[in-house]
């Protein structure tokens, strides 16, 4: 019913960067917080960034200033703008979503994850 599909990951050089996409459908009333998580082999699944629908956002402290997270004006396609990126940011990354459909009820969904790999 509803589908998050992510795009832009990829092989960077450290201190490149790269653009994700996450883009929600399906039958949506509204969509409350996004978000972006990711997890790297042999490690818990660890919150990146996320935002309200409001344009609250929130980071992990060891991306805080190289990393923005954002929406579009419909609110249901976030991005994550990842800069001077580093080798410790390896890993998948997964969009999460907040969605609030006809019936009043709000569930989490996620998407399928895009690999980012960071080595020269």
């Known amino acids: 019913q509803v589908q998050l599909v992510e795009s832009g990951g990829g092989l960077v050089q450290p201190g490149g960067s790269l653009r994700l996409s996450c883009a929600a459908s399906?039958?949506?009333?509204?969509?409350?917080?996004m978000g972006w998580y990711r997890q790297a082999p042999g490690k818990q699944r660890e919150l990146v960034a996320a935002?309200?629908?409001?344009?609250?956002?929130n980071y992990a402290d060891s991306v805080k200033g190289r990393f923005t997270i954002s929406r579009d004006n419909a609110g249901k396609t976030a991005y994550l703008q990842m800069n001077s990126l580093k080798a410790t940011d390896t890993a998948v990354y997964y969009c999460?979503?907040?969605?609030?459909?006809?019936?009043?009820?709000?569930?989490?969904?996620w998407g399928q994850g895009t690999q980012v790999t960071v080595s020269s």
């Open positions: 935002i309200s629908s409001g344009g609250s956002t």
């Open positions: 999460n979503a907040a969605v609030l459909n006809y019936y009043g009820y709000e569930h989490d969904y």
């Open positions: 399906g039958r949506i009333f509204s969509i409350d917080g």
